[in-house]
């Protein structure tokens, strides 16, 4: 019996996890399991997966950079300016800018977003909250980062 515990304990999410995809099938009479509404759950939550997919890397090499939701933010709105307030005629061609265009402005964010970090030893948990950073970078104070001198 003690042994089925543990076990139970070791899985509880996934037993959690059922629970609420049973209470939700019995309060919307069953609706909830259709598969057009899983198939539109999984649509909605894939940008949200992919992000969290990209912080488990960030985190598993012991840094935090809260600057994730933002980037993705910038990239989002970029890209939906492109793709409504430009129309090159084709829509292959129209679909590749798009697509390319947020590959840049994502990864040239990283890139500034890393050289600060790596380049200038500025703390993860600082760069990307602090309004105050271009002055702090010129006048070289490290101390404000909790790095010190």
């Known amino acids: 019996m003690n042994g089925m515990l543990r076990h ?3 899985g509880k999410e996934w037993i959690i996890l059922a629970l609420m995809f049973v209470v939700g099938a019995v309060l919307t009479n069953g609706l909830f399991l259709q598969p057009a509404n899983l198939t539109d759950m999984l649509r909605a939550i894939a940008p949200i997966a992919i992000m969290a997919m990209a912080m488990t890397l960030v985190i598993l090499t012991a840094g935090i950079d809260l600057s994730v939701g933002s980037t993705l933010a910038l990239t989002s709105v970029s ?3 492109i793709l409504t307030g430009w129309n090159p005629g084709s829509t292959f061609l129209h679909l590749t800018c798009v697509v390319l265009s947020a590959l840049v402005i994502g990864g040239l964010a990283g890139l500034v977003q890393g050289a600060l970090i790596a380049r200038l030893n500025i703390h993860p948990r600082r760069h990307d909250r602090d309004p105050w950073i271009g002055q702090v970078v010129v006048t070289e104070q490290p101390d404000r980062f909790g790095r010190g001198s």
């Open 79 to 81: 890209s939906a300016m």
């Open 8 to 10: 139970l304990e070791h």
